[in-house]
């Protein structure tokens, strides 16, 4: 649903500004304007007296999508550090540009204050185009900073595609344009498809997805965007076939980073925001780091992760000497967070987070399919478990049958012959 403001009733009474709620409405002349910001709450239209104001259906047939062109990524960056999910999804919207074709490029929306030397790593992950926004209102993120540039950047070069990773900004961000440009948006995707011959053949792999009403030649290229539902227990493909752009938040840890390419080079577009200090209502007066958030799940290169079969929460005592030991980071099922052994912080699977460490360490984990699908993509997979029938091993590259409280302590002490075998080696 759209508000709309029919301009040969509207008096210009200003009744409609003081009853909204978020401050959307503006008078240009004697006439009242519905700005981004309004989120059809239909308040102004239960107030205005001479039925000025209505309600709008966004359904019936789609309108004209051919303007929109290129796969957009916001590029979340904190502390002038672009965050790994943004180049994961660099290489993502690289490889969908080229599945595209048409001259599709894949843009990077930078957005900060003087985070410009980022625009290199960008090209280097393969951004075609980067669009750069800096402001010092913008030094820090906030909700309405960010949305209103954004908005007022896809309005005027009309993206085909956005991406956004599912972190705690994107979560908070990409809802509020798709509500501001009328347009959809699936959250915390786990595959993104443009062509349907590429969708049936992941489908195949996957018994929880149907195409039967899919042909594998059909030339559709909008995007096919797949998420867990139903708590996980199905992956339903959603598309977005009347609105643009078409949005979709990606969890960290699933999609491929390309390599490297030192050198990489592309074309900037430098946009000056239209934004002043009055349109952020909230102010940022101090970013208080705690542990916890120091420690990411999702940039680990090592997770020991520890689950039902640890027996109770002292069990993580000995998962954390392991992880520091290793060097890694402690992680837990969600059996053992819902138990209430660990903060819900760790926890790894769908309904938590998606990780991709060089070793991953699952201690006392059976292998539920939700947990499997947040950390199957593991470079190496070391299981610990005494049943023998525990799906983990059918993922795992190495798998070690026996108590973990046996077990563990001995990988701690090996671990310790190892690192000084390997230093003697270096002398």
């Given at each position: 649903?759209?508000?709309?403001?029919?301009?040969?009733?509207?008096?210009?009474?200003?009744?409609?500004?003081?009853?909204?709620?978020?401050?959307?409405?503006?008078?240009?002349?004697?006439?009242?304007?519905?700005?981004?910001?309004?989120?059809?709450?239909?308040?102004?239209?239960?107030?205005?007296?001479?039925?000025?104001?209505?309600?709008?259906?966004?359904?019936?047939?789609?309108?004209?999508?051919?303007?929109?062109?290129?796969?957009?990524?916001f590029a979340e960056q904190r502390e002038?550090?672009?965050?790994?999910?943004?180049?994961?999804?660099?290489?993502?919207?690289?490889?969908?540009?080229?599945?595209?074709?048409?001259?599709?490029?894949?843009?990077?929306?930078?957005?900060?204050?003087?985070?410009?030397?980022?625009?290199?790593?960008?090209?280097?992950?393969?951004?075609?185009?980067?669009?750069?926004?800096?402001?010092?209102?913008?030094?820090?993120?906030?909700?309405?900073?960010?949305?209103?540039?954004?908005?007022?950047?896809?309005?005027?070069?009309?993206?085909?595609?956005?991406?956004?990773?599912?972190?705690?900004?994107?979560?908070?961000?990409?809802?509020?344009?798709?509500?501001?440009?009328?347009?959809?948006?699936?959250?915390?995707?786990?595959?993104?498809?443009?062509?349907?011959?590429?969708?049936?053949?992941?489908?195949?792999?996957?018994?929880?997805?149907?195409?039967?009403?899919?042909?594998?030649?059909?030339?559709?290229?909008?995007?096919?965007?797949?998420?867990?539902?139903?708590?996980?227990?199905?992956?339903?493909?959603?598309?977005?076939?009347?609105?643009?752009?078409?949005?979709?938040?990606?969890?960290?840890?699933?999609?491929?980073?390309?390599?490297?390419?030192?050198?990489?080079?592309?074309?900037?577009?430098?946009?000056?925001?239209?934004?002043?200090?009055?349109?952020?209502?909230?102010?940022?007066?101090?970013?208080?780091?705690?542990?916890?958030?120091?420690?990411?799940?999702?940039?680990?290169?090592?997770?020991?992760?520890?689950?039902?079969?640890?027996?109770?929460?002292?069990?993580?005592?000995?998962?954390?000497?392991?992880?520091?030991?290793?060097?890694?980071?402690?992680?837990?099922?969600?059996?053992?967070?819902?138990?209430?052994?660990?903060?819900?912080?760790?926890?790894?699977?769908?309904?938590?987070?998606?990780?991709k460490p060089k070793i991953y360490f699952?201690?006392?984990?059976?292998?539920a399919i939700q947990h499997l699908a947040?950390?199957?993509?593991?470079?190496?997979?070391?299981?610990?478990?005494?049943?023998?029938?525990?799906?983990?091993?059918?993922?795992?590259?190495?798998?070690?049958?026996?108590?973990?409280?046996?077990?563990?302590?001995?990988?701690?002490?090996?671990?310790?012959?190892?690192?000084?075998?390997?230093?003697?080696?270096?002398?």
């Amino acid at each position: 649903m759209a508000v709309q403001v029919l301009k040969d009733k509207c008096r210009g009474c200003k009744l409609c500004l003081r009853s909204c709620p978020f401050s959307a409405i503006i008078m240009k002349g004697t006439n009242a304007v519905i700005t981004e910001k309004c989120n059809s709450c239909g308040q102004c239209v239960a107030n205005c007296p001479f039925e000025a104001i209505e309600k709008t259906s966004e359904g019936g047939e789609a309108g004209d999508l051919s303007a929109y062109k290129n796969i957009w990524v916001f590029a979340e960056q904190r502390e002038g550090k672009l965050m790994n999910v943004a180049l994961e999804l660099i290489g993502e919207g690289y490889r969908l540009a080229r599945e595209i074709g048409n001259d599709t490029k894949v843009c990077a929306l930078l957005i900060g204050d003087q985070v410009d030397h980022l625009v290199q790593e960008c090209y280097a992950y393969g951004a075609d185009r980067v669009y750069l926004i800096q402001s010092p209102l913008l030094s820090s993120y906030t909700t309405d900073g960010y949305a209103k540039v954004i908005c007022d950047a896809i309005t005027e070069y009309k993206p085909e595609i956005v991406l956004y990773g599912a972190t705690h900004i994107g979560r908070d961000l990409a809802p509020r344009i798709a509500a501001r440009l009328n347009t959809g948006l699936t959250a915390d995707c786990t595959r993104l498809d443009v062509k349907v011959s590429s969708y049936i053949d992941y489908a195949k792999k996957n018994t929880t997805l149907n195409t039967a009403t899919l042909d594998p030649n059909d030339p559709d290229t909008g995007l096919k965007q797949t998420r867990p539902a139903f708590g996980g227990n199905l992956m339903a493909t959603i598309i977005c076939p009347r609105t643009r752009p078409q949005m979709s938040t990606v969890r960290p840890g699933v999609m491929q980073k390309r390599d490297r390419e030192d050198g990489a080079t592309g074309e900037l577009v430098t946009i000056t925001p239209k934004l002043q200090e009055t349109d952020i209502r909230t102010k940022v007066l101090e970013i208080v780091k705690t542990a916890r958030e120091m420690v990411a799940l999702s940039d680990a290169e090592i997770i020991c992760s520890g689950g039902r079969g640890l027996g109770n929460a002292e069990g993580f005592e000995l998962i954390r000497q392991l992880a520091d030991k290793v060097g890694g980071v402690v992680g837990a099922s969600r059996a053992a967070v819902d138990a209430g052994w660990i903060d819900h912080s760790h926890q790894v699977g769908q309904t938590g987070t998606t990780v991709k460490p060089k070793i991953y360490f699952a201690c006392g984990i059976s292998g539920a399919i939700q947990h499997l699908a947040g950390m199957q993509n593991s470079d190496v997979i070391i299981a610990i478990n005494k049943n023998p029938d525990a799906p983990i091993f059918e993922v795992a590259d190495y798998g070690i049958l026996g108590d973990l409280y046996k077990v563990i302590p001995e990988i701690i002490a090996a671990w310790d012959d190892a690192a000084d075998i390997y230093k003697k080696s270096l002398q």
